[in-house]
């Protein structure tokens, strides 16, 4: 009877190890399960394949265990998985920091097509980078070094074959069908501008294939000037079959122009030269700025008798040197309401002229990709939820070029205001990985903008906070996804 009851004691108590064992167990695969979708986003999975492959083996396997009832076994394979989940998130990290440019190299090589171009140098770009990887996997950093030159070099051979066919290959064919329909004889100065840019790209192409965004800039405006050229020779074509349709485009000319007239509230005669219906389109523009200066005008009233107020109060001070206590008080106190006034009435106005800007750019951008906010301080901000970088790199995507033109054509219409590129990122990673990838992605779009005209005269500052500024909760996938993003902001200028 005594060995029986001993006998259950046992069997209790083992059941009850084998239960806290279980939920162990359990909780230990959780956090497991965690550091694998870490690793995930932080694209491990390049970065660390052979590491992070093992990792999930192992977790599948914990699990497997943990379904047999096998949970000591389990809690060893689920420690192996930690470790090695641990291991491909430093390995993933640092690839894309000891590497960037040739991540990002890659990752150009990728968002542009370039690898499908010419599959050949794309399978060998792959094939380079792999053994970079390997390497890093292997704890070699000599020779991740050494196989990353290759793997450069691989790359750009796949970036210059698509550049060529992405970049230059439109535009020749702009400029050929320009020359097709005489160009030369009715624009010649758009088509020369275009030729001029043919070259400028092409060089810049085969000087360095990586420089897409100057060369895309340069031959995008070719395209422009040869489209303009076209244009112009069809209608010179046109004219030359059919000199009646001259009159049909003046007629046209002068109904554009009498629509501006319209919302400048002017009357235009269709008997005036050109120049003259200009000068009344100018008078027009002159007398609604006259108008606007005039509302301003009353605020300033308002500051010139503050002002008159302040001078009284400095009269009495002279006045009456004994109660001189008592007025400096008083005249700080006007001058301190006067600076507040003017100062309220300078972000009044800011505010007023931005609200009236933003209605204009709102037909700019799409809700979902842009969101625009006017902060109380009448600063504007551009939230580009729709810049969806890939992880660890600052390659611009290619869909987010438009957008960064439209924030182009945002900039021209608040001439005033520097520009500030703000990148931020969500927690995954390290602080020192996460503030140093904001700021190479804030860097690259403001490099884009620099790139777009050698005229700007805007003033274009990029900075990075990292994580430190999130939006959203972090906890959540949708929180973090909002948390990744640049801010365009645009500051009420300073007195």
Same mark, same amino acid.
């Given at each position: 009877?005594?060995?029986?009851?001993?006998?259950?004691?046992?069997?209790?108590?083992?059941?009850?190890?084998?239960?806290?064992?279980?939920?162990?167990?359990?909780?230990?695969? !959780?956090?497991?399960?965690?550091?694998?979708?870490?690793?995930?986003?932080?694209?491990?999975?390049?970065?660390?394949?052979?590491?992070?492959?093992?990792?999930?083996?192992?977790?599948?396997?914990?699990?497997?265990?943990?379904?047999?009832?096998?949970?000591?076994?389990?809690?060893?394979?689920?420690?192996?998985?930690?470790?090695?989940? !641990?291991?491909?998130?430093?390995?993933?990290?640092?690839?894309?920091?000891?590497?960037?440019?040739?991540?990002?190299?890659?990752?150009?090589?990728?968002?542009?097509?370039?690898?499908?171009?010419?599959?050949?140098?794309?399978?060998?770009?792959?094939?380079?980078?792999?053994?970079?990887?390997?390497?890093?996997?292997?704890?070699?950093?000599?020779?991740?070094?050494?196989?990353?030159?290759?793997?450069?070099?691989?790359?750009?051979?796949?970036?210059?074959?698509?550049?060529?066919?992405?970049?230059?290959?439109?535009?020749?064919?702009?400029?050929?069908?320009?020359?097709?329909?005489?160009?030369?004889?009715?624009?010649?100065?758009?088509?020369?501008?275009?030729?001029?840019?043919?070259?400028?790209?092409?060089?810049?192409?085969?000087?360095?294939?990586?420089?897409?965004?100057?060369?895309?800039?340069?031959?995008?405006?070719?395209?422009?000037?040869?489209?303009?050229?076209?244009?112009?020779?069809?209608?010179?074509?046109?004219?030359?079959?059919?000199?009646?349709?001259?009159?049909?485009?003046?007629?046209?000319?002068?109904?554009? /122009?009498?629509?501006?007239?319209?919302?400048?509230?002017?009357?235009?005669?269709?008997?005036?030269?050109?120049?003259?219906?200009?000068?009344?389109?100018?008078?027009?523009?002159?007398?609604?700025?006259?108008?606007?200066?005039?509302?301003?005008?009353?605020?300033?009233?308002?500051?010139?008798?503050?002002?008159?107020?302040?001078?009284?109060?400095?009269?009495?001070?002279?006045?009456?040197?004994?109660?001189?206590?008592?007025?400096?008080?008083?005249?700080?106190?006007?001058?301190?309401?006067?600076?507040?006034?003017?100062?309220?009435?300078?972000?009044?106005?800011?505010?007023?002229?931005?609200?009236?800007?933003?209605?204009?750019?709102?037909?700019?951008?799409?809700?979902?990709?842009?969101?625009?906010? /006017?902060?109380?301080?009448?600063?504007?901000?551009?939230?580009?939820?729709?810049?969806?970088?890939?992880?660890?790199?600052?390659?611009?995507?290619?869909?987010?070029?438009?957008?960064?033109?439209?924030?182009?054509?945002?900039?021209?219409?608040?001439?005033?205001?520097?520009?500030?590129?703000?990148?931020?990122?969500?927690?995954?990673?390290?602080?020192?990985?996460? !503030?140093?990838?904001?700021?190479?992605?804030?860097?690259?779009?403001?490099?884009?903008?620099?790139?777009?005209?050698?005229?700007?005269?805007?003033?274009?500052?990029?900075?990075?906070?990292?994580?430190?500024?999130?939006?959203?909760?972090?906890?959540?996938?949708?929180?973090?996804?909002?948390?990744?993003?640049?801010?365009?902001?645009?500051?009420?200028?300073?007195?």
């Amino acid at each position: 009877m005594h060995s029986l009851r001993k006998i259950l004691l046992s069997a209790s108590l083992c059941a009850g190890l084998f239960t806290v064992q279980t939920a162990m167990a359990a909780d230990a695969l !959780q956090e497991v399960a965690a550091l694998l979708n870490e690793a995930n986003q932080l694209r491990a999975s390049e970065f660390a394949p052979d590491t992070y492959e093992d990792a999930r083996d192992a977790y599948d396997e914990a699990k497997r265990q943990i379904a047999s009832g096998k949970s000591s076994r389990a809690v060893r394979i689920t420690n192996k998985a930690r470790s090695l989940a !641990q291991q491909s998130i430093l390995i993933a990290q640092k690839v894309s920091n000891d590497f960037d440019e040739l991540v990002e190299a890659r990752d150009r090589m990728q968002l542009t097509g370039a690898d499908k171009i010419r599959k050949d140098l794309g399978k060998r770009a792959e094939e380079a980078f792999s053994r970079v990887v390997g390497a890093m996997e292997s704890d070699n950093l000599a020779k991740a070094k050494s196989e990353a030159k290759l793997a450069t070099k691989a790359v750009y051979a796949a970036e210059l074959v698509a550049s060529r066919e992405q970049i230059i290959k439109p535009l020749s064919e702009r400029v050929a069908e320009a020359r097709r329909l005489s160009a030369r004889k009715y624009s010649p100065r758009s088509f020369d501008k275009a030729l001029d840019a043919q070259r400028q790209a092409t060089g810049i192409i085969k000087e360095n294939p990586r420089a897409r965004t100057k060369a895309r800039n340069i031959a995008k405006l070719g395209e422009d000037h040869a489209m303009r050229s076209q244009r112009i020779a069809e209608l010179g074509r046109k004219f030359s079959r059919d000199e009646g349709q001259v009159e049909a485009w003046q007629d046209k000319q002068d109904s554009m /122009l009498a629509k501006v007239g319209d919302v400048l509230g002017v009357q235009l005669s269709p008997f005036a030269s050109p120049e003259q219906r200009l000068v009344s389109l100018q008078q027009a523009a002159d007398d609604m700025k006259s108008s606007h200066k005039a509302q301003l005008q009353d605020s300033e009233i308002q500051i010139q008798q503050l002002a008159l107020q302040l001078e009284q109060t400095s009269n009495k001070l002279a006045k009456y040197e004994g109660d001189i206590a008592k007025y400096q008080g008083e005249l700080a106190g006007r001058e301190a309401d006067l600076a507040a006034m003017a100062e309220m009435r300078r972000k009044l106005q800011a505010k007023r002229d931005a609200e009236a800007k933003i209605k204009r750019i709102t037909g700019l951008f799409d809700k979902k990709m842009v969101e625009i906010l /006017l902060t109380p301080d009448a600063d504007v901000i551009l939230r580009m939820k729709a810049m969806n970088f890939r992880s660890g790199s600052s390659v611009i995507p290619p869909d987010g070029y438009s957008l960064l033109d439209n924030v182009m054509k945002t900039v021209d219409i608040f001439p005033k205001r520097s520009v500030r590129i703000e990148g931020h990122t969500d927690f995954i990673g390290s602080n020192l990985y996460n !503030q140093d990838l904001s700021e190479r992605r804030a860097k690259a779009v403001r490099e884009y903008f620099l790139s777009r005209s050698a005229s700007i005269t805007t003033q274009f500052e990029s900075v990075g906070y990292g994580e430190d500024r999130p939006i959203a909760n972090n906890e959540t996938e949708d929180g973090r996804k909002r948390n990744r993003r640049i801010d365009i902001v645009l500051p009420v200028p300073k007195l």
